[in-house]
């Protein structure tokens, strides 16, 4: 499966979808769908994308689901000579900007690369070379000479800025590049969806598709609303522990296989998180098993997702956080395994089969 699961992951990454313009990665994704799985998505006021799969009667509905955006930027002031400042869209780390390669993203396609300037090393004073630039002290040049320039190109304040979208391998079984988080949880829905298509039984599931998660997760909650379902399966990244300045976040390494969220809890803002329902715990350590797949763990502080809303929809749903490790979150250039990504859709495969009527989703004498 990596072959095909790596050819959908480099065209969404390549693919611009910064939050709140999400309509191009939402068109290949919806094209990936009709080619693989022969479904053709609905979507919504949010641009949320999603495709139902019927199944029995009496057995719990369950939401599939991960993001589908990018965090990034907008053009916040067009300078008089063309320079172009940019406000932050979602968690974009200041000391990771200096110098990258930016795509601002046009609306009639017309896209303009730029960089995101970095002073020159010989006009550096001794007192900045150890200072990280705020990103309101940054700018982009994208080759223009004036604002005039700018407004011929159809750059205006509100445009879309994003990291140059890029996708390279990284020895065998690697992918380093741009938007890792969360077009990878995007190609595995996807090779989900083919398996879908073909199966017969099993229980109703929306594979969907959300918008606006990097803008404090708003995509996902009308959705959730309207589906209404009683089992929520959330994709994104877990944090990789396996480098030298994250040893101690927990046990998650690239190439040990898919991972499992027993608790989140943001900690900063939204004061937001999620523990998972004990039955969703036991059936994907059960699955993994039984699709020998080894199942790595996770517990942070600091993390997110749509889940943390989805769970509070209509008189509660049963929710887990699954996803891949990943190095180097929110950054140009962010790290995944492909093994990683085979084994999530082999254990969501063997999930998904093992819902059907009757699946207890009760909590009375639940203890774990």
Known sequence: MTDALRKVLTDLMETPGLAGHED???????????????????????????????????????????HMDQ?????????SDGFLRLERLGGVPERALAAQAVLVCVENGCDVPGVIANKSHHATSPEEKYQVVRYRDLYVDAGFASAEDTKAAGVRIGTPVV????????????????????????AALIQIARRLAAREGGPTVHVAFTTQEEFNLRGALPLAQRLNPDIALQIDLML??????????????LGEGPGMSLYSFHGRGTLNGVIPHPALVRLAEDSAEASEVTLQRSAQTGVLTDLSYVQLVGEGVASLDLGFPM????????????????GLVSLLDEMLARIGPGFDLSRVGGAV
């Open 327 to 342: 190095r180097y979150s929110h950054s140009a250039l962010e790290v995944c395994d492909m093994r990683d990504l085979d």
């Open 71 to 79: 965090l990034g930027f907008v053009v916040r002031k067009v300078e």
């Open 24 to 66: 191009r990665v939402r068109n290949r994704i919806a094209d990936w769908l009709h080619k693989v799985a022969g479904v053709d998505g609905q979507t919504d006021r949010m641009g949320n994308l999603w495709a139902t799969f019927p199944g029995e009667a009496g057995a719990p509905s369950v939401l599939l689901f991960t």
């Open 240 to 253: 990789a522990s396996d480098t030298p300045d994250a040893g101690d976040l927990g046990e998650m390494k």
């Open 163 to 186: 990291y140059a979208p890029r996708a390279m391998a990284l020895g065998e079984f690697r992918v380093a590049g741009t938007s890792v988080d969360d077009r990878a949880g995007c």
